[in-house]
């Protein structure tokens, strides 16, 4: 097994059992005041992907709770913290649920660093969050891995309170 992958693993089961900090306690701090492990607001997240016309009004609620969610990174890491814990448990019990559902992970990076360099970060995100969903028993056929690099920010000012929220790797529902 490669260093990496033995690295991932062990991040995974870190985070496994440590506690959740909840989006309030993050909602709490301000992002210059921020330690590294605190969480970013989570609420502000936006969806991206339209559910087909063909799923049932249950099915789109929970589409649409898949549509929404996102994995924040600190600068430069691609290591998951641990209280998006939930955000992925959440992610596995909709996904096992939903056999047929597969989730397009899109990992982003702040706009500093060169292009090649953050779709290589954005890369190396989603894998990270993918090889988690299936540690936690989501089979890979389920799961699509993008990467977008700085091409797709949440927010547009020039400053660390929008490159954390652009650190991040997005859930994007497929029927």
């Known amino acids: ?6 690295g991932l693993i062990c991040i995974f089961f870190a ?9 309030s306690q993050a909602n709490s701090t301000s992002p210059s005041s921020t330690p590294a492990v605190s969480a970013v607001n989570a609420t ?16 789109t609620a929970s589409a649409d709770k898949i549509n929404t969610s996102s994995i924040y990174f600190d600068y ?18 909709y996904l096992k ?6 989730i397009t992970l899109e990992g982003n990076a702040d706009e500093r660093g060169s292009s090649a360099f953050n779709l290589a970060l954005g890369d190396k995100r989603a894998s990270a969050v993918q090889k988690s969903l ?8 389920q799961l699509k891995v993008i990467s977008l690099g700085e091409t ?16 991040r790797v997005d859930f994007n529902f497929h029927g």
């Open 152 to 167: 797709n920010p949440k927010a547009s000012c020039h400053e660390e309170k929008c490159w954390h929220e652009n650190r």
């Open 15 to 23: 985070a496994c059992s440590t506690s959740k900090n909840t989006v």
């Open 1 to 6: 097994m490669s260093k990496l992958a033995i």
């Open 97 to 102: 649920a939903h056999p047929k559902a597969v």
């Open 134 to 141: 299936e540690l936690m028993g989501v089979p890979a056929a």
């Open 76 to 93: 430069d890491k691609f290591e998951i913290k641990s209280e998006f814990r939930k955000t992925l448990e959440n992610e596995v019990e």
């Open 44 to 59: 502000s997240t936006q969806s991206t992907t339209t559910v087909s016309d063909a799923l049932s009004a249950s099915e």
